[in-house]
Antibody
Framework: QVQLQQWGAGLLEPSETLSLTCAVYGGSFSGYYWSWIRQPPGKGLEWIGEINHSGSTNYNPSLKSRVTISVDTSKNQFSLNLSSVTAADTAVYYC?????????????WGQGTLVTVSS | DIQMTQSPSSLSASVGDRVTITCRASQGISNYLAWFQQKPGKAPKSLVYAASSLQSGVPSKFSGGGSGTDFTLTISSLQPEDFATYYCQQYSSYPYTFGQGTKLEIK
């Protein structure tokens, strides 16, 4: 069974760049899209974007100007960069696996990383 | 963007009850609808995909239904471990969007 383990800096100052990485263990890395989702404290879920093993991406237009998702197939990892963060970007960030290419549901989730933006 | 609206936002029920949560999409999404369960401090857990198919390992007390714009998640014979927040999500078109959540509490 696939496991997703994520890590990254938990405390940022405004204007810095958020960087998180998610490693995939077990199962195939290719043949799927891999997503990032975030959840502000006490609020709902927001899909940030996705990438496949070839590097093809899709982003949420609300964040597209600041988001970069990248992949390292040699390590079965994918990463999220979010630039120019503000307090509104404070959230728990999750990585997740989709069931395939194109219109597949999220199936497995990482443990989540709380990122706080504060001066 | 497709807006997903869940009702109710919160729900009180007793152990042993049967409850139904609804999710409405702002436009037709066929059956590209998933349901998730989230407990405090934990990552969401996938319950249902394709509107009515259970993820592997999910007990049959959970059932999903609907197509187009209106969907339901029904939980029968509530147990203490079922009290959580439930989210629907459409994966019909980008950007994927979630409902605001339904918090299921013990009465």
């Amino acid at each position: 069974q696939v496991q997703l383990q994520q890590w990254g800096a938990g405390l940022l100052e405004p204007s810095e760049t958020l960087s998180l990485t998610c490693a995939v263990y077990g199962g195939s890395f290719s043949g799927y899209y891999w997503s990032w989702i975030r959840q502000p404290p006490g609020k709902g879920l927001e899909w940030i974007g996705e990438i496949n093993h070839s590097g093809s991406t899709n982003y949420n237009p609300s964040l597209k100007s600041r988001v970069t998702i990248s992949v390292d197939t040699s390590k079965n990892q994918f990463s999220l960069n979010l630039s120019s963060v503000t307090a509104a970007d404070t959230a728990v960030y999750y990585c997740a696996k989709e069931g395939g290419y194109g219109r597949f549901p999220l199936t497995d989730w990482g443990q989540g990383t709380l990122v706080t933006v504060s001066s | 963007d497709i807006q997903m609206t869940q009702s109710p936002s919160s729900l009180s029920a007793s152990v042993g009850d049967r409850v139904t949560i609804t999710c409405r999409a702002s436009q037709g999404i066929s059956n590209y609808l998933a349901w998730f369960q989230q407990k405090p401090g934990k990552a969401p857990k996938s319950l249902v995909y394709a509107a009515s198919s259970l993820q592997s390992g999910v007990p049959s007390k959970f059932s999903g239904g609907g197509s187009g714009t209106d969907f339901t998640l029904t939980i029968s014979s509530l147990q203490p471990e079922d009290f959580a927040t439930y989210y629907c999500q459409q994966y019909s078109s980008y950007p994927y969007t979630f409902g605001q959540g339904t918090k299921l509490e013990i009465k």
